[in-house]
């Protein structure tokens, strides 16, 4: 700000050293004091969750269990790590996850989960449907439960990252998570004005002999569509299995697995299938592993899938 006179330009910076060395709040510090108590003062909420239901939550939740990666990753992501005392089994990322305290897999140990005294539980879809009498359970002991609904698209993963930050105060910062993936999207698809030639692209979701894929109403597809390349079990839906025969016959040009962190060299294991070798992928050995998590869990880590598909099938446009 401008100031008329240097003397008291003089006087106020002086002040300030002295405010500050005295102890004085910082304007980080302030920002930081006017922005906890934004965030309280947004209390109390109402969601509607993946059951239809609305949920108010009255204060802030200050413990929090998540019993799906996606909901924490998308928890951390929002800057949540230390509200976070307990997931699931399956919980891997980031990595200081594996600190928190499990509780079950399918099943949820309920008296694990209790024991931890959480405000809020993040269920998945699935969980809402099959574990009506747990979420009862919870909501009797005065723990508010939001039922986070599946994401198949992107836009649907945009929604639960909405629903995760308006029930934990962390609005503003969802806003910019999306936002910048949105950004970085558009990017993505300016680029791909730059595909010279469609590739035909075969996903493996597991190993053969059961040869599971992608089609479309999935976030691999529309990966694919985003980066300008065609996915070759378009024409089915959601997560099907597709025999050797129709893949070989469809001839990709490009083949990305996603089991590599079960099954080591799962490359090697396609190059050396009996009657693939002339299929183009495999003659130009252009097979590639990505990581699953990235592609299948409806959270920031989206993009970073794409981005790992999109180097894979056009390296020269998506460098």
Excluded at 106 to 116: A, D, H, R, S, T
Excluded at 139 to 146: C, E, K, L, R, T
């Amino acid at each position: 700000m401008k100031k008329r006179f240097a003397g008291l330009l003089a006087f106020l910076m002086a002040l300030s050293i002295v405010l500050t060395a005295c102890g004085g709040t910082s304007e980080n510090e302030n920002k930081s004091k006017n922005s906890s108590e934004s965030t309280e003062s947004a209390f109390p909420v109402t969601v509607k969750d993946g059951t239809g239901e609305e949920i108010t939550i009255k204060d802030k939740p200050e413990r929090i269990v998540s019993l799906l990666p996606s909901n924490t990753e998308t928890a951390y992501a929002l800057g949540l790590e230390d509200e976070i005392v307990g997931v699931s089994d399956y919980d891997n990322y980031p990595e200081s996850v594996s600190e928190k305290t499990k509780l079950g897999g399918i099943e949820v140990n309920v008296e694990k989960l209790l024991e931890l005294n959480p405000d809020l539980a993040l269920f998945s879809a699935s969980q809402g449907t099959n574990d009506k009498d747990i979420i009862q359970q919870l909501q009797s002991a005065g723990i508010d439960v939001v039922v986070v609904p599946d994401a198949n698209s992107i836009e649907g993963a945009y929604e639960t990252m909405e629903l995760i930050a308006k029930a934990t105060g962390k609005e503003t910062e969802g806003e910019e998570i999306i936002a910048e993936m949105k950004e970085e999207i558009a990017a993505i698809k300016e680029k791909a004005a730059e595909v010279k030639e469609t590739k035909k692209v075969w996903i493996e979701v597991s190993a053969s002999p059961d040869l599971y894929t992608t089609g479309s109403g999935t976030f691999m597809n529309e990966m694919l569509e985003i980066i300008g390349a065609e996915n070759i079990a378009a024409d089915q839906e959601g997560w099907v299995t597709m025999s050797e025969e129709t893949v070989i016959e469809r001839d990709p040009d490009v083949i990305i697995t996603t089991y590599g962190y079960y099954i080591d060299n799962p490359q090697e294991q396609v190059y050396a299938r009996s009657g693939w070798s002339e299929v183009n992928a495999v003659k130009k050995k252009e097979v590639y592993d990505v990581n699953s998590d990235t592609v299948t869990r409806p959270g920031p880590r989206l993009i970073d899938g794409l981005k790992e598909i999109a180097k894979a099938v056009y390296p020269d446009v998506y460098k």
